[in-house]
């Protein structure tokens, strides 16, 4: 007998309430590819980018066209429980059936179920919950190709630290950069739109400068001293990090 | 603000490397406040939908980049394996780093999708 499981799809591009819909399905066979593992998703976040994506916006970049009769399926990212392992899979022993695992990127993971590449898994222990796994992956391998981005961009010769000034740094990619950075003794300083956004990011992450540029005038922070105007950290009184790295 | 070598640290450090999520006039704002010929890296569009003016980079040298996810795929495995491995340690080490949003039933998928855009919310799933 087929599994049926249900799925959100596309036919076209376009506007979310327009394009998309639910559709039931059928895995065609509960053996995946020799090096790809079924999976039944427990839960997948819904990024930006998937709807830049599926609205086929420039800002989510070059998107492939849907063929007539076809379907897509949005969503690269989840968390789920491995049903069925390929058989190179289960040959190379990481991974199991019944394991809940992390997965980026899959073809399609708002469905209930998804094929991924073992490549594509990270295996989850029970210290971490479901509304974790499901967004860890996508949101801090951006975070690492900033920091890798911003690294090369550096001409040397520079003396660390380096500092960074960042926006939207209440976002859930401002903050991993924030700590990403601050694991590698790099020096933060986040911008962020509004009061309230400065004191919910100092409850999750204190420490770096914010700096609200509601504030009209936040620019005077980044003065230089022959202004005879405070620099940012002579007025502010340090860096939380200062004796770590 | 000028041209000219603007100091952030009490070391003496100069300012040059922004990050953009914005997009518009946000990349303006950054690109007056950084120090002779930074580097502006954009990496989404959260706010304005629109794209950058480039007379804005012209006062301070100011190079712009600007990288989607795409790239990632790009790389080798092994440099795969360590940012899972780097997802890994922040999840465990700061987990309240990976905020939760609302939390929605599968067949409430477009309720989910609007929560993506209100104002100041973190992730959601469904």
């Not at chain 1, 960074?164 to 003794?185: E, F, H, K, P, T």
């Not at chain 1, 509004?194 to 770096?208: F, H, K, M, T």
């Not at chain 2, 580097?39 to 950058?52: K, P």
């Amino acid at each position: 007998m087929q599994t049926e499981f249900r799925s959100i799809v596309q036919s076209e591009y376009g506007a979310p309430e327009k394009v998309l819909r639910i559709a039931k399905r059928y895995l065609k066979s509960e053996e995946p590819g020799s090096g790809d593992v079924l999976v039944k998703v427990i839960a997948r976040p819904i990024h930006r980018g998937d709807i830049l994506v599926l609205s086929a916006l420039p800002q989510g970049g070059p998107v492939a066209p849907i063929s007539n009769g076809t379907v897509r399926v949005p969503g690269l990212e989840g968390v789920g429980t491995i049903i069925r392992l390929g058989t190179n899979v289960k040959a190379t022993k990481k991974f199991s059936e019944g394991q809940r695992v992390a997965f980026f990127p899959a073809n399609g993971s708002w469905a209930e179920y998804v094929v991924v590449s073992h490549k594509s898994l990270l295996t989850i222990p029970n210290e971490i919950s479901n509304q974790i796994a499901a967004q860890m992956l996508v949101n801090t391998i951006t975070a690492s190709i900033l920091i890798k981005t911003g690294h090369n961009s550096l001409k040397p010769p520079f003396t660390p630290p380096v500092y960074i000034l960042q926006n939207a740094a209440a976002s859930g990619v401002g903050l991993l950069l924030a700590q990403v950075a601050l694991d590698r003794c790099v020096r933060p300083i986040r911008l962020v739109r509004s009061n309230q956004s400065a004191e919910r990011l100092r409850s999750v992450l204190p420490g770096p400068p914010i700096i609200s540029t509601s504030d009209s005038d936040w620019k005077n922070r980044f003065a230089k001293p022959s202004t005879g105007r405070p620099t940012w950290v002579a007025a502010h009184g340090g860096w939380a990090t200062k004796d770590i790295c | 603000m000028g041209s000219g070598p603007r100091w952030v640290g009490d070391e003496g450090h100069m300012l040059k490397l922004a990050y953009d999520a914005l997009g518009g006039k946000a990349i303006d704002d950054l690109a007056d406040v950084v120090d002779d010929g930074a580097t502006i890296i954009n990496y989404g569009t959260l706010e304005s939908g629109t794209g950058a003016n480039v007379y804005s980079l012209a006062p301070n040298n100011v190079a712009l980049k600007s990288i989607l996810i795409g790239s990632w795929f790009r790389l080798p495995d092994e440099e795969k394996q360590k940012d899972f491995e780097l997802a890994l340690n922040l999840a465990k080490s700061h987990p309240t780093l990976f905020q939760v949003g609302h939390e929605f039933e599968f067949d409430d998928y477009l309720e989910a999708i609007r929560d993506v855009f209100r104002p100041g919310k973190p992730e959601s799933s469904y």
